[in-house]
Each structure stands twice: as C-alpha cells, then as structure tokens.
C-alpha cells in the first residue's frame, strides 16, 4: 500500500505542475496581447462611455426616445471625429475624409431605420449580428419592405460607433432593445398582420431569446409566426466562457491590450474589425441562458412555436455550423422548419485543396433516420460540375428531392461564409458591383510575399457576399407570403 507521503509528495507535484501550466499559458497570452498593435482613441473605453454612451434601461422605453438618443451619440461621434482628425489612411473607417463618405453615401448603414409600405400586410423586426450594423440587414429589410411590411432595421447598442463601445454594452441591453423593437412594430398590427422576426448571427440568438420569452409570457408578449435566422449563433463555443477571466486581467494598469482579441486597421464602414474580449462573453453570456430557457418550454409552448427558417454555411469559423440543429431545431421536435445550408464548393479540382470539417456534421445529419424539420442543402450538381442542385429531405421523409438551378459557384470561391449569408453580390461594400465606394471588400485581391500586409490575409480573403442570395430571397418571402397569424 502507497504510503501517505509518496502520495502527497506526487500530489503536490502534480498541483505544481498545473499552476505551472497554467502560468505559462497565461504568459505566453499575454505576450501574444502585447504584440497586437497599439490602441487608437477607438479603443478607449472611457471616450467611448463619454461621446457614444448608450441606455441601460430600456423596458420602458419607446423607439422615439431609442431613435433621439441614437441621434445624439452620432452626433457626438460626428464632432469627435472631425476634431480629432486622426493620422489614418484616407480608406479608414475613422479618418475624417472616408467617415464623411460613408456618412453621405449610406446615412443609415450604422443606424436604425424604420420603413413604412403604402399597404400595409405586416411587420418585421431585423436584428443584426455582434459588432456589425444594420447595412446588414439592409437587403432583406428593402425586400420585406417591397412585400407590404413595415420594417424596423434596428441597430443593436453599442454598435456602429465605436469598437471600444462594445466594452460598455451587455447582453442585456441587446435583449433590451431586441424587446423594444418588438414593442415598436407591433402596436398597431391588426389581427389578420403577421408578425416576422429575422436575425443574423447573434442577432438570431436575441430574437429566439424574444420568441421564448413570449411564449412563456403568455398574452403579455406578442408571439412572431416567422422566425428567420442567418449564421445563427445559438450555441457558441465553451471556451468563450473562460473570456470573463482575461477581461478581468485587462482592466489592470499597463494590461488592456489582455481585454481586445483582435486589434485590427478599421477598413470596414460598417463591421468593427477589432473584437473586444467582452463581446464574446457577451454572446456566451446570451447563449447559455438560451439553452436552459429552451430545455424549459413546456408541450404547449412548443406546439406554439413559430416557423424557423434557418440559413448556413456548411464552413462557419465564427460560430459551430450546427448551431441551428443541435441548439434550437432538435429542442422542438417535429415542427415547422426549414434548415438550409450552403455547402462548400465539392468541384473534385479544387476538392483535394479543402479542409473539409463541415462533411462530418453533414453526413451525420443526412444518417439522421428521421428528421423532425425539412434538410435543405444547396451544392455542387456533380463532382465535374460549377452548377447547383437543391436537395431537400422533408420532415420524416427517407427520400431526397433534386431541384436542378440555373445557380452555379463564382470563380475562385470554394465557400461561402459566416459573414456572406446577408449580402448580396452587388452590394455597395460587400459585394463584386454596385455602387462605387472607397473599399470594395467584397472585390479585393492582393498578390505580393507573405507577411507583407499588415492586415491579415485571411481577413482579406473571406467571402463577403453570397452569389446565392437570390434563391436565399426568394426562400424569405416565400416564407413571409405564406405566414399568417393563424399559424
């Protein structure tokens, strides 16, 4: 028998070992925070509390008094950064040339924006994702709106202005506003108007937190009969957990590069490219109460669930592709819903180039012996071929549907992308051709030696728009032209 000193001494040394692990891991973490590059007035946490800070309580609140509150804080931003005047390129999101632009060329891109049809059918709230802003939302909200909804495209706290007011804002405060903008669109619905919620990425995890809270509510909470989720973020990863510990460590003196994940040049109008640690804890914070709020719902209330449409990329580095199904889909059973995913690009040339981590998931969904929602993927006819077939595996049905398409993949393109799903191919910023504007994301190519970008190339490289966005429409109103209350 082990005496109790061998025993102890292995013990202690273990419990050495770990705390030794641990403070070489958050070494070498630091190290990585202290290589990022230097924080900007953007990233200040104080200035953004003092010219862009947004509202705690918003329960009682009205879209009017949301809507002169928003108007101050841009105004704020406006002189800010016009006194500023930083030392930027002339393409940065906060130099005062290309600020002025964008505010010009599309006025309400980071801002809410309510759309009223001549007749009315119904309304339809759009919430976009974690640190992007409403020109995401832009396309669906002009397509619903030509549909006869009223659409309130509502921008999320903390977004739009600055990355550094993402530091300031909680999960609460999205759920806040999400809750306000459902009060705003349905005050005068009539009875016969339906009533549509669409989501992308976060912002489908804040609209499904909504519809449960509604359904648990009883009559209090007006219940949507169309859920429509892009790259939904229903569930996210555990690690994100762990991100309250480092946002701790960040708020020491001479640490607060520990509190940003990425520090990136601000190129995008409309998306802040640096992600403050906070954020994510954030969304962590909203998913992991939506999952225990789904196991929650009781029989009736899950009779009583709207319709989900759900789209996703097969290849998503954001969130895990089978958030929708294995975080929402499979809590409800058998019900009314659609999940389509747009697979990568299975050419048998560009194939063998791929890392192929959505076939997993996709084979196990397609072994499912029964599914209690209809499967919908959207992919390469044939190995040999650029061109789409829709197949469709209905609810409890064994057998697949083929739908030949005029659709087929762009050159070059091997996937689409979390961020793609929203945008169509000639949108302004995100897209091939449209509007001029003075970066063109959706249309950069850049060749020269490694590591001479100082942006990283995979951010360059990420698919912008969807070239599919056309049938990923035409599914939303189709969805929208059939819902009715009584569903």
């Known amino acids: 028998m082990l005496s109790r000193r061998f025993l102890w001494r292995w013990f202690t040394r273990f419990c050495w070992g770990v705390t030794g692990v641990v403070f070489a891991g958050i070494y070498l973490y630091y190290l990585r925070a202290q290589s990022l590059p230097d924080l900007q007035f953007w990233h200040q946490r104080d200035l953004a509390?003092?010219?862009?800070?947004?509202?705690?309580?918003?329960?009682?609140?009205?879209?009017?008094?949301?809507?002169?509150?928003?108007?101050?804080?841009?105004?704020?931003?406006?002189?800010?950064?016009?006194?500023?005047?930083?030392?930027?390129?002339?393409?940065h999101r906060y130099g005062s040339t290309a600020y002025a632009i964008y505010r010009r060329g599309w006025p309400d891109s980071n801002r809410t924006s309510l759309q009223t049809p001549p007749t009315k059918r119904g309304a339809a709230l759009l919430v976009h994702g974690l640190s992007d802003s409403t020109h995401s939302m832009r396309s669906l909200a002009s397509s619903l709106l030509q549909q006869g909804y009223t659409t309130l495209n509502l921008r999320m706290p903390g977004h739009g202005t600055l990355p550094a007011a993402l530091q300031n804002t909680s999960w609460r405060q999205f759920r806040g506003a999400t809750h306000l903008g459902v009060r705003a669109v349905s005050n005068d619905l009539q009875k016969q108007q339906p009533l549509i919620?669409?989501?992308?990425?976060?912002?489908?995890?804040?609209?499904?937190?909504?519809?449960?809270?509604?359904?648990a509510s009883g009559d209090d909470l007006p219940v949507p009969q169309l859920l429509v989720l892009l790259s939904p973020a229903i569930r996210v990863s555990k690690l994100a957990a762990y991100a309250r510990i480092q946002r701790w460590v960040s708020e020491l003196p001479g640490m607060e590069k520990l509190g940003w994940t990425d520090v990136v040049a601000e190129f995008d109008p409309f998306k802040y490219n640096s992600f403050p640690v906070k954020a994510g804890e954030q969304i962590y914070q909203l998913t992991s109460r939506l999952q225990k709020k789904l196991l929650r719902l009781t029989p009736e209330q899950l009779q009583r669930f709207p319709r989900v449409l759900a789209f996703q990329s097969v290849l998503d580095s954001t969130v895990p592709a089978d958030s929708a199904v294995t975080g929402l889909l499979d809590h409800l059973g058998d019900t009314t819903a659609e999940m389509v995913y747009f697979d990568i690009n299975r050419n048998s040339n560009l194939l063998p180039l791929l890392v192929d981590?959505?076939?997993?998931?996709?084979?196990?969904?397609?072994?499912?012996?029964r599914l209690g929602f209809d499967l919908t993927i959207v992919g390469n006819a044939n190995d040999y071929s650029e061109q789409i077939t829709i197949r469709t595996r209905k609810r409890g049905a064994?057998?697949?549907?083929?739908?030949?398409?005029?659709?087929?993949?762009?050159?070059?393109?091997?996937?689409?992308?979390?961020?793609?799903?929203?945008?169509?191919?000639?949108?302004?910023?995100y897209g091939v051709t449209g509007a001029n504007a003075p970066t063109r994301l959706g249309d950069l190519w850049f060749r020269g030696e490694q590591g001479g970008l100082a942006i990283p190339l995979p951010l360059l490289a990420r698919q912008r728009f969807n070239p599919f966005f056309p049938y990923l429409e035409s599914k939303v109103l189709a969805a929208a032209g059939a819902v009715t209350p009584a569903d």
């Open 49 to 91: 509390q003092s010219i862009v800070p947004e509202l705690k309580q918003l329960d009682e609140l009205g879209l009017k008094d949301y809507l002169a509150h928003e108007q101050r804080i841009f105004n704020n931003l406006d002189e800010t950064i016009a006194s500023i005047d930083a030392d930027v390129p002339g393409w």
């Open 357 to 369: 981590s959505g076939r997993p998931m996709m084979e196990a969904l397609s072994r499912r012996q």
């Open 197 to 215: 919620l669409v989501g992308y990425s976060n912002g489908a995890a804040l609209i499904v937190d909504y519809t449960v809270d509604a359904l």
């Open 398 to 429: 064994d057998d697949w549907q083929e739908t030949a398409t005029d659709m087929h993949w762009p050159r070059g393109v091997y996937s689409l992308s979390h961020v793609a799903l929203p945008f169509r191919a000639d949108d302004p910023i």
